[in-house]
């Protein structure tokens, strides 16, 4: 497992190409090979056994005609005239002898499968009629005294023998005549088989396949072949009514063997592998020369997939490798469609991202920095006011001028607000209290000509919002709405959610702005262009960087009658520990 | 973890799968054997004279085909013959070695040869040993075959020879049934006058059967069943039985065509009433003869005591010895024995009256009890001659040389000088 997780991509890749290609055909092919070859054998076999059969059945039927004719002949009573007869007229032992010769001759010429047929009597004369010569003294190749010997031992029942003493294989039926009356020995029957007629048919059960076709007595002795091979038949298992095996380690041949009852024989054939693997190994020939090229066609073109697949990751590993390096902005090129493509592709979209957000954020940053610099630049150092503050408020209580006091705590309390520089989140409740503190100051400016109402949702007063983002829009309000008025003037603040957004609403009743005003305003606010209402575009730009451009400003306003402005920001729970910069 | 065991296992699979390839790739030489176990039939080889228009044939076939329903894994190969072949070929099969492995045979001098040459198997250990198969024949039977302490045949089947006679015709011309050779030729005169013939006879082996009854009656069983006096020579009976057939044939109490008429047809001269009497046995009876028919010992002399052929017939069963000795056929061929002599295969044959069984039950039609009768008026019961007299010189010489005795061209004297040779 080891070697394989240390293998590159590369390796891997020829790795699993080699296992699930080449592997699967190797193991598929030598099955395929092996088993044809072994069922093209099964069959050979399966077949030479049926044929085998075929032939049993014929040796069979040739040897059950051959005794048929053998008791025929026991059935006959010429046989027994000649003979029981004690030859004293010879003129009558003529006529039977004649009689018998006749009867031999139409058993001969009736039957194909008979050579010659001869009865002994006890004297040793013969009664013959052969099938080539007519007349024949059998004795001379003849085994007489094997032959009566074993029809002896078979008590007048047929016994089959193949004789090599005397023949180079001649087959003999014999049999002991025993008179009827007296069931005394008198005389022998002996027929000799004809072999041709059944070698003939041997010869066209004869092929390419099957090469040969012997048959054997029990002795293995060859009875006859359709060649004149000589076959190693050691192997043949006497006790079993068939079998098969190979002829030597060579392996060429196959022999296929079964045993006959009737006669005791066997019939063998051998079948020859190469003919009969010959198609098989031909096929396979041009299966090899189709597949090799093909297999290397196929192997270079996986392996140039492989390739460029690598390749293609290797690109988006650069990237990555460039990304951690530094560089923010990386665009790789991988010409793909398929996943590794929209790996590439997301690769770019993300370091796109990555800029994007570091851009904002940086931009924020200066933003805030620009703020605060202009604060500074606008303000006298706000401990120093923050303290003399607290002098006065302390000499005026002492002096006995509470407005002055008051107005002092709500210019501290408002100087603290703008000093609170910690970056953090403030409540609503307290970005209220902070206006509320600033319009008392204003009050006493105004005279009383200003009245403020507030009309918040209690659950949103512990919401977390950027500091200071209500106090521009109320400063806007009494400048530009309330300041030029003789009239007392109105500012409501309400806060309320609706359908997921909170929207906070200042609204005046001051001078108003014509359409064209408000249009103009609008431009200046999204736009961002440097004037001097850093208020109104202040928030919005805060706004729309924290919250998202969905989010900001909308100002709403008719001449002489009002002018509201709309902070939509998202219902969102900000928690404490958050840090944002605002 | 899972990974790895995922990897693990799909290596040991394709290990399995190759191992699996390789294994059944090896060499093998292999082939389909379609030789199906079937069970091993065993074939009987059965005998009998009871084939083709024999009477008993058909039930013969019905008993077999019961046999192998029962028992299928015997087949009985019925190499049953009728006639004259049947005997022939039963004796050239035996001499070589050829023999059937059950067979039917009469008692006789051919089954003694048969026995002699120890062809025939010895059964008194089996059928003693099942009392229900021992006692399915009558005691009196197996004494009567006579074969010491051995039991070579099961006597299946009983046989009686006598006049059978046409009663309506007597009674019709007012004859007055034979009981002395006098008498017989009163009524051989009266038949020939009013155009019956008074004697369906022929002159083949089984028209003896009237020639077998004088020997029996003139003879009696001693002489009848030893036929030769201590000097070789043939017992007068024999002779004597000759010239009275001569004074028969010379007062025409043949059909005249009696040399050349078939057996069939000198049966049907009986049944159909064109003659009054038939010397036959029971094998004769047939629904074709009813209560018109009357049967009795052959007329010859009313002083004597009467006796009367009796005997085993073809239903005399065997088993061979080769058989016997073949442990593979002996069991199936006891069985088929045995089923063969027993009840239900009596049953069978009892559907026709031609058979007379051995078994001690009495018999309940009218000519198995005409033949009852007969039997027990007997004062001895007689092997039939043809038993006793070599098979070969009855039918090769006797038989053949019988229109010249009965012509006069032979003397019975002459026709027996050459049975010496036999």
């Keep these: 497992m080891g070697f394989y997780k240390r293998l590159n991509i590369r390796n891997k ?173 008198v005389g022998l029957l002996v027929i000799q088989v004809n072999m041709a007629p059944m070698k003939n048919e041997y010869a066209n059960l004869q092929s390419e396949i099957f090469e040969e076709i012997y048959l054997l007595d029990p002795d293995k002795q060859l009875v006859f072949s359709s060649e004149d091979h000589v076959m190693n038949t050691e192997l043949i298992n006497f006790s079993e009514r068939s079998g098969v095996f190979y002829e030597d380690e060579s392996k060429e041949r196959m022999i296929s063997y079964r045993k006959i009852s009737n006669p005791d024989w066997y019939i063998v054939t051998a079948i020859s592998k190469s003919a009969l693997l010959d198609e098989v190994n031909r096929f396979t020939t041009i299966a090899f020369v189709i597949f090799i090229p093909l297999a290397i066609i196929l192997s270079l073109f996986t392996i140039f997939e492989g390739l460029h697949m690598v390749a293609s990751i290797n690109t988006i590993v650069s990237g990555m490798e460039e990304v951690s390096q530094g560089k923010k902005k990386v665009n790789i090129h991988v010409d793909r469609g398929d996943e590794i493509g929209y790996l590439a592709e997301s690769f770019n979209d993300m370091t796109t991202e990555i800029e994007n957000l570091v851009e904002n954020i940086y931009e924020e940053q200066l933003t805030r920095k620009e703020v605060e610099l202009k604060a500074l630049q606008a303000q006298i150092n706000p401990h120093f006011l923050y303290n003399t503050l607290e002098t006065i408020n302390w000499h005026a209580q002492l002096k006995g001028a509470p407005e002055i006091s008051h107005m002092v705590t709500a210019l501290s309390s408002i100087m603290e607000a703008t000093i609170g520089r910690d970056n953090k989140l403030i409540s609503l409740r307290d970005e209220l209290k902070y206006i509320e503190n600033y319009i008392s100051i204003m009050t006493y400016r105004y005279e009383g000509r200003l009245k403020f109402n507030k009309k918040v949702d209690p659950s949103l007063l512990n919401i977390k919002i950027p500091r200071l983002i209500l106090q521009p829009i109320v400063e806007n309000a009494i400048n530009h709405g309330i300041g030029q008025s003789a009239t007392k003037s109105e500012i409501n603040v309400t806060a309320e959610k609706d359908n997921g957004h909170i929207l906070i609403e200042i609204c005046d009743n001051g001078k108003g702005m014509s359409r064209v005003e408000l249009d103009k305003l609008m431009d200046k606010i999204n736009n961002n262009h440097e004037n001097k209402s850093i208020g109104l575009e202040n928030v919005n730009r805060r706004l729309k960087l924290f919250y998202g451009e969905d989010y900001g400003i909308r100002i709403y306003s008719e001449e002489n009658v009002f002018t509201k402005v709309v902070l939509d920001i998202p219902e969102k729970r900000l928690n404490e520990g958050d840090i944002y910069y605002v | 973890m899972k990974r790895q065991s995922i990897l693990t296992l799909s290596f040991t699979a394709i290990i399995i799968v190759i191992s699996l390839v390789i294994y059944s790739s090896t060499d093998r030489l292999e082939y389909e054997n379609y030789e199906t176990e079937k069970t091993e039939i065993i074939e009987v080889r059965f005998s009998s004279s ?142 020939n006058q009013v155009g019956i013939v008074p004697i369906a006879y022929n002159l083949t082996p089984e028209g003896s059967f009237i020639y077998q009854n004088m020997i029996v009656q003139l003879s009696g069983k001693y002489d009848t069943e030893n036929p030769f006096t201590s000097a070789g020579n043939i017992k007068s009976g024999y002779i004597e039985a000759m010239y009275l057939m001569q004074d028969l044939y010379q007062l025409d109490a043949f059909p005249e065509n009696a040399f050349t008429l078939d057996d069939a047809s000198r049966n049907e001269m009986f049944i159909q009433k064109e003659a009054a009497m038939i010397v036959q046995g029971s094998w004769f009876n047939s629904d074709r003869l009813d209560e018109s028919v009357d049967l009795i010992p052959f007329p010859i002399d009313d002083r004597k005591d009467v006796s009367i052929i009796y005997g085993i017939g073809n239903g005399n069963f065997h088993m061979s010895k080769s058989a016997f000795d073949n442990p593979e056929k002996r069991e199936s061929a006891l069985i088929f024995l045995k089923y063969l002599t027993s009840k239900a295969s009596r049953d069978v044959f009892e559907l026709t009256s031609s058979f007379v069984s051995s078994s001690p039950e009495l018999p309940d039609d009218y000519l198995r009890r005409l033949g009852m009768r007969l039997t027990h008026s007997a004062d001895e019961l007689v092997g039939p001659p043809d038993h006793y007299i070599n098979r070969n010189f009855w039918e090769s010489v006797l038989i053949k040389e019988f229109p010249n005795m009965l012509e006069g061209k032979i003397t019975p004297e002459e026709i027996f000088e050459t049975i010496g040779d036999y």
């Design chain 1, 13 to 185: 890749l020829l790795f699993m190409f080699i296992l699930q290609m080449l592997l699967p055909v190797a193991v598929l092919s030598v099955f395929l090979l092996r088993n044809v070859e072994n069922s093209m054998k099964s069959q050979a076999l399966t077949l030479s056994q049926d044929m085998l059969k075929i032939l049993e059945l014929r040796i069979t039927d040739f040897a059950d005609d051959t005794k048929s004719v053998s008791q025929d002949l026991l059935y006959d009573l010429e046989v027994y005239d000649v003979l029981n007869d004690d030859q004293s007229d010879k003129l009558t032992f003529y006529n039977n002898v004649n009689n018998l010769k006749n009867v031999l001759r139409t058993l001969t010429l009736s039957n194909k499968d008979i050579q010659a047929v001869s009865i002994f009597d006890l004297k040793g004369n013969n009664y013959t009629y052969e099938l080539s010569n007519g007349r024949l003294d059998l004795m001379e190749y003849l085994p007489y005294d094997t032959l009566l010997a074993l029809a002896r031992s078979a008590e007048g029942r047929p016994v089959w023998h193949v004789d090599f003493e005397k023949s180079q294989g001649n087959i003999y039926l014999t049999r002991i005549i025993n008179d009827i009356d007296t069931f005394n020995e």
């Design chain 2, 50 to 191: 009871w084939a083709g228009v024999d009477s008993k044939a058909e039930y013969l076939e019905t008993v077999i085909e019961a046999f192998e329903a029962e028992h299928p894994n015997i087949k009985i190969i019925d190499e049953s013959m009728y006639g004259e072949d049947f005997l022939f070929t039963l004796k050239a099969d035996f001499a070589s070695g050829n023999g059937p492995d059950v067979f039917g045979l009469w008692p006789g001098s051919d089954l003694e040869l048969l026995i002699d040459n120890q062809m025939v198997a010895d059964l008194s250990r089996v059928i003693k040993d099942d009392p229900s198969w021992y006692d399915n024949v009558d005691p009196n039977v197996f004494e009567f075959l006579d074969q010491g302490y051995q039991i070579y045949s099961i006597p299946f089947e009983i046989i009686y020879e006598g006049l059978y006679i046409n009663k309506d015709l007597f009674e019709e011309h007012n004859i007055k049934i034979p009981e002395n050779f006098n008498e017989l030729k009163d009524a051989i005169v009266v038949f």
